[in-house]
């Protein structure tokens, strides 16, 4: 059956950084665009990153540009999320989630990123 | 930048009663318009495509209306699983951005 397992996720000082990743399986991964999107603790989702299938398009939101950076690989059915220079907004649960039709098909059970002195 | 608007906040429901929610966008989506169902401590589950299309096993009594601006989802006779947060999200398709609603909360009245 289609997984998708995050991990990578934990307690990091504001300024750090962190990487989560995204484990799929189940599915070709290789045909599938996958985004990143988030959710504080309490609140709604909130769309964080997108990459295409081949990883040669990226796009991010405005709260994160310049400072994520998602990117794949193919050969390991891996999505992984660079996150730097971090502030107490980037707290959330963090899932990854499979397209092959724009809207989300297959979705990760989350990985926590807790921002905090 | 599109702004999607859910309404209500929260509906209280009873068991076997009907529940309809709505989704409102600031500027036309056409049908780019998903639905999700999220319980507490889970994932977002996908309910609806295409504004009015069944994701793959979501049960009949679910279903979406709407094109446009305007959008729906209806819950004709609620069962005690059915009690969560719904998200509407307009997928665009390109660049692929989403935009995800603020949320409606379904309770138990």
């Known amino acids: 059956q289609v997984q998708l397992v995050e991990s990578g996720g934990g307690v990091v000082q504001p300024g750090g950084s962190l990487r989560l990743s995204c484990a799929a399986s189940g599915f070709s991964f290789s045909g599938y665009g996958m985004h990143w999107v988030r959710q504080a603790p309490g609140k709604g989702l909130e769309w964080v990153a997108y990459i295409r299938y081949d990883g040669s398009n990226k796009y991010y939101a405005d709260s994160v540009m310049g400072r994520f950076t998602v990117s794949r690989d193919n050969s390991r059915n891996t999505l992984s999320l660079q996150m730097d220079s971090l502030s107490a907004e980037d707290t959330a649960v963090y899932y990854c989630?499979?397209?092959?039709?724009?809207?989300?098909?297959?979705w990760g059970q989350g990985t926590l990123v807790t921002v905090s002195p | 930048e599109i702004v999607m608007t859910q309404s209500p906040a929260t509906l209280s429901v009873s068991p076997g009663e009907r529940a309809t929610l709505s989704c409102r966008a600031s500027q036309s989506l056409s049908s780019n318009l998903a639905w999700y169902q999220q319980k507490p401590g889970q994932t977002p589950r996908l309910l609806i495509y295409?504004?009015?299309t069944r994701a793959t096993g979501i049960p009949a009594r679910f279903s979406g209306s709407g094109s446009g601006t305007e959008f729906t989802l209806t819950i004709s006779s609620l069962q005690s699983e059915d009690f969560a947060v719904y998200y509407c999200q307009h997928y665009n398709n390109w660049p692929p951005t989403w935009t995800f609603g603020q949320g409606t909360k379904v309770e138990i009245k």
């Open positions: 295409g504004a009015s």
């Open positions: 989630a499979g397209t092959s039709n724009h809207y989300g098909e297959y």
